[in-house]
């Protein structure tokens, strides 16, 4: 079994928004300083925006004042709102813990498979 859940992901066109979310059952997610990752069409893997124990939230700038990154304790969620997308938005989007870095993007057998958002002009 995957350890997280990513759900959320669509085809949109250009300036559409989507909520991706990511969920756990074996473990808190506000206990870990968690990610969201993305891999793009080139395979290049980047965090896009990270939430800390403490709720402090970090972006990426090429989504910053798009995506908004938040946390539901009583869901034990964590999600992203992505809003204005744009074509180069398209990617498989990954969860995760911020410790593993981009190898994320490549351990789909143990975190998950991810999400995809496709963005069209």
């Known amino acids: 079994d995957h350890q997280l859940q990513e759900s959320g992901g669509g085809s949109v066109q250009t300036g559409g928004s989507l909520r991706l979310s990511c969920s756990a059952r074996?473990?808190?997610?506000?206990?870990?300083?968690m990610a969201w990752y993305r891999q793009g069409p080139g395979n290049k893997c980047d965090v896009v925006s990270s939430i800390s124990e403490d709720g402090t939230a970090t972006y990426d700038e090429s989504v910053k004042d798009r995506f908004i990154i938040s946390r539901d304790s009583s869901e034990n969620t964590v999600y992203l709102q992505m809003n204005s997308l744009k074509p180069e938005d398209t990617a498989v989007y990954f969860c995760?813990?911020?410790?593993?870095?981009?190898?994320?993007?490549?351990?789909?057998?143990?975190w998950g498979p991810g999400t995809q958002v496709t963005v069209s002009s």
């Open positions: 995760g813990p911020i410790w593993i870095g981009v190898a994320r993007c490549r351990q789909v057998n143990h």
């Open positions: 074996t473990f808190r997610l506000d206990d870990i300083h």
